[in-house]
């Protein structure tokens, strides 16, 4: 099975930055395509952005221009470079794992496997 454990969250001020890590293992796979997601207290989980094995990227209106995805496939880990962070910004943050449509959609039906979160809080 594949696996996923993110890292790198923390508590930052506002306008600050934090990298999130994902780190896969598992799978020899490449056609995944990997994604973020987000889910704050009370509210449902949400696409962040996603990125294919072409590299090609999709990104949520609210994250444009201050989040950036990535991926090294040697290392097998994805990261979320997250900039000018804002209040709202705050939330458990999950790495996934899907194929098809509905992960190239950045629907969360799309992806199978995720990993545990880590908790980013901007304030």
């Known amino acids: 099975d594949v696996q996923l454990v993110e890292s790198g969250g923390g508590s930052v001020q506002v306008g600050g930055s934090l990298k999130l890590s994902c780190a896969a293992s598992?799978?020899?796979?490449?056609?995944?395509?990997m994604a973020w997601f987000r889910q704050a207290p009370g509210k449902e989980r949400e696409e962040v952005a996603s990125?294919?094995?072409?590299?090609?990227?999709t990104y949520a209106d609210f994250v444009k221009g201050r989040f950036t995805i990535s991926q090294d496939n040697a290392k097998n880990t994805l990261y979320l470079q997250m900039n000018s962070l804002k209040p709202e910004d705050s939330a458990m943050y999950y790495c996934?794992?899907?194929?098809?449509?509905?992960?190239?959609?950045?629907?969360?039906?799309?992806?199978?496997?995720w990993g545990q979160g880590t908790q980013v809080t901007v304030s």
């Open positions: 990125i294919e094995n072409d590299d090609s990227t």
């Open positions: 996934a794992a899907g194929r098809g449509v509905d992960a190239h959609l950045l629907r969360p039906s799309g992806y199978g496997y």
């Open positions: 598992g799978y020899t796979d490449s056609t995944y395509i």
